[in-house]
């Protein structure tokens, strides 16, 4: 267990949990380089996940699940990526989905706790799917170009959905459309095994690669009308306590190149020094930067998930302080794996170092929503009202 994260463990639960979710981070860790290099999620790491029933943690005790609180959550996420991100942000969605719908419950009730039980029982993994190319964020208002188009009972859906995270290692799909009979948005639950469905292997991206996020192609993929398990205007948007697991897993990035840093910094003694370079003056600034940008991310993380828990009548409130947390803790973890990679200096740039991923997977989190300008026009937004 990390030394930083040691201090956010409040009891017996945290200890059991925080075990499971190591176990998880020491496999994925063997297996990060193959996954970066081949741009896919690790098998071998996704049955050590299903072997610690990782998936149904978010799910009600009465389901088969932990029952997580919003900070147990990201406790246990922000510890799965300090072994790899990756694992972490893909993962993530799925509990978050889980938590999701058990706490709102924006589905018919029969059907949730049919996929409840089925993620209990056989630890079956899910994601959302609603980004494509043509209209980018969700979050920005895109309708979806996948269409849906209702045929003698049935509904016929074709389009392609882009970071289709864990794409060919989910067991179900939770894809967005338009759907055409009802002239809105709906979401429908697919079976990775229907018909007309394909993984088209796109994901060639920078940072993140073992995310395995590529495209999910929808050809003539014919489902039930209960298949078609949620509709955009139905429900009222309110503010996702959940969503939290983004800064929470860029966080455990930047935790982990602290460490990788320090280990650096104490083991390297160039043939100029008598020391490492632990003892030079502007290494023990950067490393004392780390430690207090890092302070600050994990106070204001944590309070904020504390505050989501303990007092839920707020949280209707509470959708801009989730997206300056988000805000705060990506840019922090920028910075620190920035600092990281300037005590290992040249060296940090081969591939034979741990930084260069970090330095490149940790970007990842300020094109993850909700966007900086977003967050800030919000809070301006909610000063000027004042």
């Known amino acids: 267990m990390n030394k930083i994260l040691n201090s956010f463990i409040k009891n017996e639960r945290h200890q059991r949990l925080i075990g499971k979710a190591s176990n998880i981070a020491e496999e994925a860790r063997l297996h990060v380089k193959a996954a970066d290099r081949e741009a896919a ?56 989905i889980m938590m999701e719908l058990s706490e709102d419950r924006p589905w018919k009730q029969e059907t949730f706790e049919r996929l409840a039980w089925e993620v209990a029982s056989e630890q079956r993994v899910v994601n959302r799917l609603a980004t494509e190319a043509g209209t980018g964020s969700p979050t920005r208002g895109g309708v ?10 049935r509904y016929v859906l074709n389009g392609r959905k882009t ?35 394909r993984v088209d292997k796109t994901w060639d991206t920078l940072g993140m690669r073992g995310t395995e996020s590529d495209d999910l192609v929808l050809d003539g993929v014919e489902v039930n009308e209960q298949d078609l398990v949620e509709v955009k205007g139905q ?38 020094l008598d020391t490492t370079i632990s003892e030079v003056g502007h290494i023990r600034d950067k490393i004392g930067e780390m430690e207090w940008k890092l302070m600050q991310a994990h106070s204001f993380m944590y309070a904020t998930a504390r505050k989501w828990d303990e007092e839920p009548e707020k949280r209707k409130k509470m959708g801009s302080e989730l997206a300056a947390v988000k805000l705060t803790v990506t840019n922090a973890a920028n910075e620190v794996v920035d600092l990281a990679m300037r005590i290992a200096g040249g060296r940090g740039l081969s591939k034979q170092q741990p930084f260069e991923k970090f330095y490149r997977d940790v970007r990842a989190g300020l094109h993850n929503p909700p966007m900086d300008d977003a967050v800030l026009r919000m809070l301006a937004g909610e000063a000027l009202d004042q």
Request: proline residues 6%.
């Open 41 to 96: 999620f690790s098998d071998e790491t996704l049955n050590v996940i299903k072997q610690e029933e990782y998936p149904s943690f978010t799910l009600p005790a009465k389901y088969g699940g932990e029952d997580l609180s919003l900070y147990e959550f990201l406790l246990l996420q922000e510890t799965v990526a300090v072994g790899d991100g990756s694992t972490a942000l893909s993962m993530g969605w799925h509990l978050g």
């Open 144 to 153: 979806p170009e996948t269409k849906a188009v209702k045929r003698e009972g």
């Open 163 to 197: 970071f289709a995270s864990m794409a060919d290692h989910l067991d179900y799909y939770i894809v967005s459309a338009f759907v055409e009979d009802l002239d809105e948005v709906g979401w429908f639950l697919i079976d990775r095994h229907q018909p007309g469905l």
């Open 235 to 272: 429900s009222k948007p309110s503010p996702k306590g959940w969503l939290l697991h983004i800064p929470a897993c860029y966080l455990g990035i930047a935790v982990a190149a602290r460490d990788a840093a320090i280990e650096f910094a104490t083991s390297f003694q160039p043939n100029s």
